[in-house]
């Protein structure tokens, strides 16, 4: 979440521990105190519910308090004075209404991002706090009135555990679903959406789970808020109260559990002591705006992090960082050629086929009736200058662009009506920017994107085969140069047909590339797929590619075995100007000049009115 | 039906002077300013403490209102700047939405739900129209906030500063090449747009509640406008503030009138919807 | 009046990895220094962190004498730095005239941006994202050219144009030099701009792999394609340069790795 560095997480037990704290603690607790810690408990929850959305699925939705708002109107409505329905019960029963609230409220969430949820969301706070004033909705009344527990102890002690009980056995669902595949799915959105789609993960469903779940835990808090306070009194889900509770949940990074449990005692008792002092809750307020705003602008400042770093560094657990990486040097690989017919003696199809691709921006023509193979077992190198559109190229190819024209087959399959994440199933690519997501360890990270079926023990032999040692740490300590080839590991797992690979030796010193270069070499035999690598390091390209497809001006000007290409004038030319073979090969460029259309190959930038390059 | 239009002319004419502020704000500096409304509320009751401590008349309480509004968006755009230089459109905002926490929670205490006479420079003569009298001073700011989105256009159009705010908009970094002072015209932006804010919630006190919440609200109101204008066109914004302002009076009375908070959302969700219908990767990281 | 430009020993990351590794160059006034190399060499990025788009992580960055790799970019401006960066980065909503009168000292000088391109003048209300690619290529340089710079940063103005546009602007360089200001110019094609320059030098996987006099550069064509394609890998090779060519064949498979169990 904005750059967030996180520290590997607590178990499970700690959230025991602390919980059994609370409740022994509470039994001496006088019952005002009993009180506020049941109010705290139920805003953690309301913390967990926030935290899931924003801090961990990354969606700036602002609304998850109000569902709580109906949950509550639930609970009243069932248990109210016709008792219908006694008090455990129509808290599961309201929180399960709060699973298609939920998914309603998370449809914007499918198209508009950022800002514009932002600003979605906080419409909806305000109809559903408007809808409750009105009085329309049953069970919202001030009427209603609802008795709390008391499960035969004294004070507000059977409140107090019915809330504290709650929380313990919502944030222990928070912790197991973190760690599962929908918890990691929600961190992998929250990175990148792009990279998420590109590891087969389907964004969709991964926001809806997450709504889902968030409306799940927000209705219960709904639920035990109108347990404690006797009535579903609208004013408890003002705007004010909502955008407090977000201010808050970013201050003590909700997305853990610890800054839910922050989130709820915080609140609780600062509103509580503030009163008791006799000063104004605003003041509350005000400090939490401030500590929001801190975080925003420094995310380790959030409370949770704060304490995971400590944690850690009382565990005082060795830095993978500290253990020297062996390059390996590089040595000629046989390149056996793959077989051309199958079994049974009919042509193998080639792992990756794209037939005269042609992609338009505007006016502008990015690629143009461009066509490669890519053989099993074979390196292909695709290469050209800036701007020739190789990025366009595998943007189109797993499924990233709108609209092109052609016909892309893997493994003799035409994919070209599949959306991004069901492509990833068959073609796999990496991003040049760094996409891996910096909470997950190399195994979870890996896990992600794997194919169904595979084992602990074939992710462990991929992570060693992409050079990296250690399995269980998480990748923002690790090395950025282990984090790209990780990345390379993770489009392995999905045991792909296709694997793109964009410049993966940007930035890498001589000694590194050799060392990627001897492991890209190997891809294609080790892992039964064929390879296309992007790069302008031509080192590189000439020890691992077998052939070569230069692109310049969003065509192919030449392809076939690599050393060939690379003596070819007009490759070079196309690198180094040469104003000789320049002006032969760009004639054409020049005519189109004279005749007055324009020769840039720039894909245009963002419209104008869209400011600050949005 | 025409009173109540007519009656709507007064917040409209504040919802059409905020919108403007925000398309502005949102075009030359990439936030969406949540936090205006709350800004120019928070301006606006330093007026009236003027008026309870110092015993100011209205004219002078408003010019002390109108430059603590300037202040106090001065204040905010050294913050942005100084921390939030960089940043996604979307973390700025998050942190207008906390700036709007923040001065609740002071507003709140300035006000503290008693009930004070704030000097209402709108009072006076009233104009027949169709009818019904309409007060002079309502007609004055509605053609003031559609002058202020001519205005804020043709100095953006015709001036040299303007230009240099619209290279500003549209490339920081290359105008921060050529020279352009990129953060003194961020901050003087926040400044200007506080100001007019407090000018607006000035006008709109006279008539509304005497807590503070409802008057960080209006911003909602007038973000329903900003997006009528899909965030650029603030002339568009403008008509649009007035006619949420107009068409909110007209429904009041009636069956829905409890609604009525409802709809600049519905408006918002429309937009949204109808704006963003065909993205699906172009906005994604 | 223009001022000689020093990188000294600069390093530049960009998010965690070194791009531009220790380099150091000098660009004299007067002159016009070729910087050249092959894509994802670093150029960019070492002309970013000069003009103050990026920060410089060691090193120092000195303009007639004074260090300015810690100021803000309107400042180095102020100090008659001068950025065109690659891609054309006209302000497309504003006319051609706003363009060349919107930096903070451009207004008064807009007469000598029309009689260095005559093209212009005929297109002075017409917003920039109309131009075809050359006039906006034209305008940017016009742009940097009215601040009266000391000191002109020019990243591939060739890209995405043909010849014939291209060679339209090299008296605009030449011309720039001669009135004192030094020029750096950044260039892939390297014939075109060893054409104009003094001085060049070859970048490489982040370091300087050849520098010397472009007319000796001219003159030794394969040294710099060489440069071009090896650059860093050059210590691992050994002289031959063509060595690293085929895929022998009966060579042994990469010694020590087990098939992955499947």
């Not at chain 1, 705006?289 to 995971?308: N, Q, Y």
């Not at chain 3, 040294?223 to 060579?251: E, L, M």
């Amino acid at each position: 979440m904005f750059g967030l560095k996180r520290v590997r997480g607590t178990p499970l037990s700690a959230l025991l521990v602390v919980a059994v704290v609370i409740l022994v603690v509470g039994f001496a607790l006088s019952p005002y105190w009993q009180y506020v810690g049941a109010v705290g408990a139920a805003e953690a929850i309301f913390g967990l519910s926030i935290g899931l959305v924003y801090g961990q699925a990354g969606m700036l939705s602002l609304c998850q308090p109000a569902i709580g708002a109906i949950g509550a109107w639930s609970v009243a409505y069932l248990t109210g004075e016709q008792g219908w329905v006694p008090l455990p019960w129509s808290l599961i029963i309201g929180a399960i209404i709060g699973i298609p609230i939920g998914l309603a409220a998370g449809m914007p969430a499918l198209r508009l991002r950022r800002v514009n949820l932002a600003i979605v969301t906080l419409g909806v706070v305000i109809v559903i706090y408007t809808v409750a004033q009105a009085g329309q909705v049953a069970g919202s009344q001030q009427s209603a009135y609802v008795k709390s527990p008391t499960f035969d102890l004294a004070g507000y002690m059977g409140l107090y555990l019915l809330c504290w009980l709650s929380f313990t056995l919502l944030a222990g669902l928070t912790i197991v679903l973190r760690r599962s595949r929908w918890g990691l799915s929600w961190l992998a959105i929250a990175r990148s959406e792009r990279a998420a789609a590109a590891m087969g993960i389907s964004v969709t469903r991964a926001k809806l789970t997450a709504f889902a779940v968030a409306g799940f835990l927000a209705a219960w808090a709904g639920g035990l808020l109108v347990a404690g306070f006797g009535s579903a009194d609208p004013s408890n889900f003002d705007p004010v109260v909502v955008l407090t509770l977000f201010a808050l949940a970013v201050m003590m990074g909700a997305g853990y559990w610890e800054g839910a449990l922050a989130l709820g005692l915080f609140s609780a008792i600062s509103s509580a002591l503030l009163q008791q002092w006799g000063l104004t809750p605003d003041l509350g307020t005000a400090l939490f705006a401030i500590g929001a705003i801190t975080v925003l602008g420094k995310p380790e400042a959030a409370f949770s992090v704060m304490i995971r770093r400590q944690v850690a560094k009382l565990s005082s657990r060795r830095a993978a960082t500290d253990e020297p990486l062996e390059l390996r040097p590089f040595s000629p690989v046989v390149f056996k050629g793959a077989t051309s017919r199958l079994a049974d003696g009919s042509d193998r199809p080639l792992a990756l086929e794209i037939s005269n691709l042609t992609v338009n921006f505007g006016a502008v023509r990015a690629l143009d009736d461009v066509s490669l193979t890519v053989p099993y077992g074979e390196v292909v190198g695709l290469v050209g200058p800036n701007g020739a559109g190789k990025s366009t190229l595998v943007d189109a190819t797993t499924g990233f662009l709108a609209a092109y024209s052609g016909v892309v087959r893997v493994d003799g399959a035409q994919i070209d009506a599949l959306p991004a994440f069901k492509r990833a199933r068959i073609v796999r690519r990496t991003f040049q920017q760094d996409r891996t997501i910096g909470e997950l360890t190399a195994e979870e990270y890996l896990r992600l994107g794997a194919a169904p079926g595979t084992t602990a023990k074939q992710i462990r032999e991929i992570i060693e085969f992409v050079g990296c040692r250690d399995t269980s740490t998480p990748l923002h300590s690790l090395d950025v140069r282990l984090r790209r080839l990780l990345m390379i590991g993770a489009c392995l797992t999905g045991r792909p047909k296709a694997v793109l690979i964009d410049e993966p030796a940007a930035g890498l010193s001589a000694e590194e590339s050799i060392d990627l270069a001897a492991r890209l070499a190997e891809i294609p035999e080790r892992f039964g797929c064929g390879l296309l690598v992007i790069e302008h390091d031509m080192e590189l390209v000439r020890l691992v590619c077998t052939s070569l497809v230069v692109l310049d001006f969003g065509k192919v000007i030449a392809a076939g075995a690599t050393a060939e290409v690379l003596a070819r004038p007009d490759v070079t030319a196309a690198y180094l100007g040469d104003d000789v073979a320049a002006e032969t090969v760009l004639e054409e460029v020049a005519v189109e000049e004279y005749s007055g259309r324009d020769t840039s190959a720039d894909v245009p930038a963002s419209q104008v009115g869209e400011p600050h390059g949005r | 039906m025409v009173a109540e239009m007519l009656a709507g002319l007064v917040s409209g004419g504040v919802y059409a002077a905020l919108a403007v502020c925000i398309v502005l704000m949102y075009q030359m500096l990439g936030v969406v300013n949540l936090a205006l409304g709350a800004m120019g509320a928070l301006a606006a009751c330093m007026s009236l403490l003027c008026v309870r401590w110092f015993g100011l008349g209205p004219g002078p309480s408003t010019v002390v209102a109108v430059l603590c509004g300037a202040l106090i968006g001065v204040i905010l755009g050294l913050l942005m700047v100084r921390y939030f230089l960089e940043a996604s459109v979307e973390l700025r905002t998050t942190v207008t939405i906390a700036v709007t926490v923040g001065i609740i929670a002071v507003g709140d205490r300035i006000l503290n739900g008693a009930t004070y006479n704030f000097p209402n420079l709108f009072s006076g003569p009233s104009v027949e129209i169709f009818g019904t009298g309409v007060p002079i001073g309502s007609l004055v700011e509605v053609v003031a906030a559609v002058l202020l989105a001519v205005g804020v256009q043709v100095f953006l159009r015709g001036t040299h500063l303007g230009a240099q705010l619209r290279a500003m908009s549209e490339r920081p970094i290359t105008a921060g090449l050529l020279g352009i002072r990129v953060r003194t015209l961020t901050v003087a932006v926040w400044g200007f747009a506080s100001a007019i804010a407090t000018i607006a919630v000035m006008v709109v006190l006279p008539t509304s509640t005497t807590s503070f919440p409802p008057l960080a609200y209006l911003v909602i109101f007038a973000l329903g406008a900003a997006l009528l204008g899909l965030m650029r066109n603030m002339i568009v914004a403008a008509v649009g503030g007035v006619l949420i302002g107009m068409l909110q009076s007209i429904v009041q009375p009636s069956g829905i009138g409890r609604y009525t908070d409802a709809v600049p959302f519905v408006v918002i969700v429309l937009v949204m919807v109808w704006w963003r219908r065909s993205d699906v990767w172009s906005e994604a990281r | 009046m223009g001022a000689e430009l020093v990188i000294d020993a600069v390093t530049i990351k960009r998010g965690e990895l070194p791009i531009v590794r220790d380099v150091s160059l000098t660009c004299p006034e007067g002159q016009v220094t070729v910087l050249l190399g092959a894509n994802g060499a670093g150029k960019t990025t070492l002309m970013d962190g000069v003009a103050g788009v990026i920060p410089v992580e060691h090193g120092a960055i000195t303009l007639d004498g004074h260090e300015v790799q810690r100021l803000a970019r309107d400042r180095r401006a102020a100090r008659g730095l001068a950025y065109v960066e690659q891609g054309r980065t006209v302000f497309a909503g504003l006319t051609v005239q706003e363009n060349l009168a919107v930096g903070s000292r451009g207004a008064r000088n807009t007469a000598r941006a029309y009689e260095l391109f005559p093209e212009l003048q005929a297109r002075k209300q017409v917003t920039a994202q109309m131009l075809s690619g050359g006039e906006q290529q034209m305008l940017v340089l016009a742009r940097a050219i009215v601040s009266q710079p000391r000191v002109l940063l020019i990243d591939e103005m060739s890209q995405g144009l043909a010849p014939v546009i291209v060679k339209r602007m090299i008296p605009f360089v030449e011309e720039a030099a001669r009135s004192g200001i030094a020029v750096l110019l950044v260039e892939q094609f390297a014939a075109l701009a060893l054409s104009i320059g003094a001085h060049a030098y070859v970048l490489s996987v982040g370091s300087i792999v050849l520098e010397g006099p472009c007319q000796d550069l001219l003159a030794r064509p394969d040294d710099v394609r060489h440069a071009y394609f090896a650059g860093g890998h050059d210590a691992h090779r050994g002289h031959d340069g063509s060595s690293a060519n085929a895929i022998p064949n009966g060579t042994t498979p990469l010694a020590g790795k087990n098939g992955v169990s499947s």
